[in-house]
């Protein structure tokens, strides 16, 4: 792996698991030592962020890590929408009891983050659960799809985790699906999966109010106050 990619993948993954706050500063020559590479890798994969409006950089003021634009937010959940409702009724239609299995295993590490009050490891296992559902209907193709259009709800997701009762609904709703599958029933698990993606836009208003300065409106950058 080239030291750019090395370096990207570190930052992306702390920017969307929000340990590199919306709004903090950027600053190439720290990261370049940490990583022990030159400062051009560093460059290239800041760029690659910048592109990905997960970075932004702003002439003569600096680089910082972007706020979550609130007006990608809803596009993110349709784009989600229609390709994850898509996936389950194949997954149900071609999952057998191996795979099941594979997600009933999953949702036992999620109850195990949850006793923990572990969010990070709720949400890698909640991507986990999402992306054995891609493998099981046929189509893993699908997943990196999905995790680009919704990269920004993913940070917007990790600030609702900690909200009284979210995980443990969460969970819920993932063994709602599971079963679904288990009966082979692809009406109920499209059913399942609407009603999981449906919780996500609701709880939008109660974590921006919590955080304005996280969010901005649109993509000049500005935070909502």
């Known amino acids: 792996m080239s030291a750019s990619r090395r370096v990207y993948l570190c930052l992306r993954q702390r920017i969307v698991e929000m340990s590199m706050l919306p709004g903090a500063r950027v600053v190439e020559r720290e990261i370049a030592e940490e990583f022990g590479t030159s400062r051009t890798p560093v460059h290239e994969a800041v760029q690659r962020l910048a592109d990905e409006g997960l970075i932004e950089v702003i002439p003569r003021s600096?680089?910082?890590?972007?706020?979550?634009?609130?007006d990608q937010l809803e596009e993110a959940n349709l784009v989600r929408h229609a390709l994850e409702t898509a996936v389950i009724e194949k997954a149900a239609e071609r999952a057998g009891p191996e795979g099941a299995a594979r997600l009933r295993a999953i949702l036992d590490?999620?109850?195990?983050?949850i006793a923990a009050k572990d969010f990070r490891a709720f949400h890698r296992s909640d991507e986990m659960f999402h992306a054995a559902l891609t493998e099981l209907s046929g189509y893993p193709g699908v997943w990196p799809i999905i995790l680009q259009a919704k990269t920004q709800m993913d940070r917007y997701r990790q600030l609702t985790l900690p909200l009284e009762g979210r995980m443990a609904g969460v969970l819920e709703e993932h063994r709602a699906v599971v079963a679904a599958i288990e009966a082979r029933d692809p009406a109920a698990a499209v059913n399942a999966m609407r009603e999981h993606l449906d919780h996500v836009m609701p709880v939008l208003e109660i974590t921006r109010k919590l955080r304005p300065e996280f969010f901005t409106s649109h993509l000049n950058g500005r935070p909502l106050r």
């Open 62 to 70: 600096g680089t910082f890590v972007a706020r979550i634009p609130l």
């Open 109 to 113: 590490e999620q109850e195990a983050a």
